[in-house]
């Protein structure tokens, strides 16, 4: 398994980044990942970054080295992080809890699947053309009844991760993908200020590594003082060469290898399912993973 892979965040107007993303791969499987912790709720960069960590966790668990049922496991972790979200939440007696969309892709077999909550988006591009994008859990992506709500609210999103009701969201079908397909997930602040067609057009003249960083300093300054924190982490399937900073190749990993960008945090943030000894394993092992990474990074530099 072959691909490109690069992430950048940063901080607009904002007082903090709420924004967390990051990706996990083992020799057969891959995992693309980003939240946004929603302001007007406490501590929403805790939920994202929880989100993370849950889903990353559960992959790490799930992945050996392959998934056997990538739809059925992405529900799982994004119900899952929605579970540890309130349980962090109770735990400190919030009268308000905190909450985050949440995007994350699985590609397998040469096969992407994803699912989303919230307004966070992914955008599945070949050459210049979007094959598919999610659409937001907004009204004003609601299309039956867009018509009937108030123009103040068409924005607001009416579902998220970390609320008291249970999510809503959209798991799509197996997408089978093909040399030089690019998968992008952004936050809210990349698309309100790029418009599609000029992702498309920076996508198909550059790799990754250099698309991304243009579509987040356009998206900064065209939004100027006001712009919200922009995240982006994008995938381009099946590059040809290795050589590039930005290039993965799974193929020396071994069964039980896995490796990761996604920090751990505080224990709080892992499965219910998993007992403490077996967190601390899993967040060592990813604190290692990420170590490992970085170390190659700066030898193909």
Not at 78 to 86: F, G, K, M, T, V
Request: negative net charge; charged residues 25%.
């Amino acid at each position: 398994m072959k691909f490109s892979v690069f992430e950048l965040s940063r901080r607009g107007g904002r007082v903090i980044n709420e924004d967390r993303m990051g990706y996990s791969y083992t020799r057969d499987a891959a995992l693309f990942v980003l939240a946004d912790g929603m302001g007007g709720h406490p501590e929403g960069e805790v939920a994202a970054q929880i989100a993370l960590q849950v889903v990353s966790v559960h992959f790490q668990k799930k992945a050996r080295p392959g998934l056997d049922d990538p739809r059925a496991f992405l529900e799982e972790a994004l119900l899952q992080a929605h579970r540890q979200i309130l349980r962090y939440a109770s735990g400190k007696n919030m009268v308000d809890t905190p909450r985050t969309t949440l995007v994350a892709a699985v590609v397998q077999d040469g096969v992407a699947t994803w699912i989303h909550c919230g307004d966070s988006r992914l955008y599945w591009v070949r050459g210049s053309e979007l094959l598919e994008r999610t659409r937001d859990h907004s009204y004003s992506e609601m299309r039956e009844v867009s018509s009937l709500v108030n123009q103040a609210n068409r924005n607001v999103l009416f579902t998220c991760l970390g609320s008291p009701s249970k999510p809503i969201y959209d798991l799509s079908d197996s997408r089978p993908l093909e040399q030089g397909d690019q998968l992008l997930l952004c936050s809210d602040g990349l698309w309100s200020s790029v418009q599609t067609q000029e992702m498309l057009q920076c996508l198909e003249k550059q790799p990754v590594a250099k698309s991304v960083p243009a579509l987040v300093e356009a998206a900064l300054r065209r939004a100027g003082d006001s712009s919200d924190n922009v995240t982006v982490l994008a995938m381009e399937w099946e590059t040809p060469s290795v050589c590039e900073p930005s290039s993965v190749s799974t193929q020396e990993i071994d069964v039980s290898g896995f490796e990761s960008t996604i920090q751990m945090g505080p224990l709080d943030a892992c499965e219910d399912e998993l007992n403490d000894e077996a967190i601390e394993r899993s967040i060592a092992e990813i604190n290692e993973a990420i170590r490992r990474s970085a170390e190659r990074q700066k030898v193909r530099s």
